[in-house]
T-cell receptor, first 114, second 115 residues
């Protein structure tokens, strides 16, 4: 049972374009939605996160958009650069909900073409 | 990598042999996790620990056992390795303080190949 569905599996974007990755969740109790970035040969690292009390959070070129009624959230990468090429994972959890923590999507392999 | 080390980083073993992977942290975080990462499956939780000698099963725990005798160390054991356990294994730690959220910090990973 996959509680967080992520799409697309892979994405190719031209340099300077906008990369968009989408996630949908099922558990309405989730109240923390992070995105992790993973470069080849490295462990995932937190990129940006949002709580459901806001509909959007922006950090530099990275923006999370959150739609609570649709149970969806997305990552937008503006002015995409070759250095953004990586695998991106969305995740969800219930803050303070237990030690088992995050439920991850299956990941999106993003390639930014120069 | 937030004071997390994993050893070994790479290992090749044969079917049926026991394998132990080690995760060591210097952050004194209470919670520790073992995930496996496979193409098309993302990150799947194997086991987690919420304190010394306190562990529980995750989504894909069959064929794996864990132990945590010290705060800083979390061991993952494959009692009898199978080819289906060929994967990249990540350890993660978390403070779960609730602020800013359940951020997990990941180690560099161990690539395990079972022949």
């Amino acid at each position: 049972q996959q509680q967080v569905k992520q799409s697309p599996q892979s994405l190719i974007v031209q340099k300077g374009g906008i990369s968009i990755i989408n996630c949908a969740y099922e558990n309405t109790a989730f109240d923390y939605f992070p995105w992790y970035q993973q470069f080849p040969g490295k462990g995932p690292a937190l990129l940006i996160a949002i709580r459901p009390d806001v509909s959007e959070k922006k950090e530099g070129r990275f923006t999370i958009s959150f739609n609570k009624s649709a149970k969806q959230f997305s990552l937008h990468i503006m002015d995409s650069q070759p250095g953004d090429s990586a695998t991106y994972f969305c995740a969800a959890s219930i803050v303070g909900g237990g030690a088992d923590g995050l439920t991850f999507g299956k990941g999106t392999h993003l390639i930014i073409q120069p | 990598d937030a004071g997390i080390t994993q050893s070994p980083r790479h290992k090749v073993t044969e079917t049926g042999t026991p394998v132990t992977l080690r995760c060591h942290q210097t952050e004194n975080h209470r919670y520790m996790y073992w995930y496996r990462q496979d193409p098309g499956h993302g990150l799947r939780l194997i086991h987690y620990s919420y304190g010394v000698k306190d562990t529980d099963k995750g989504e894909v725990s069959d064929g794996y056992s864990v132990s945590r005798s010290k705060t800083e160390d979390f061991l993952l054991t494959l009692e009898s390795a199978t080819s289906s356990q060929t994967s990249v294994y990540f350890c993660a730690i978390s403070d779960l303080s609730g602020t800013p959220g359940d951020e997990q910090f990941f180690g560099p990973g161990t690539r395990l190949t079972v022949l």
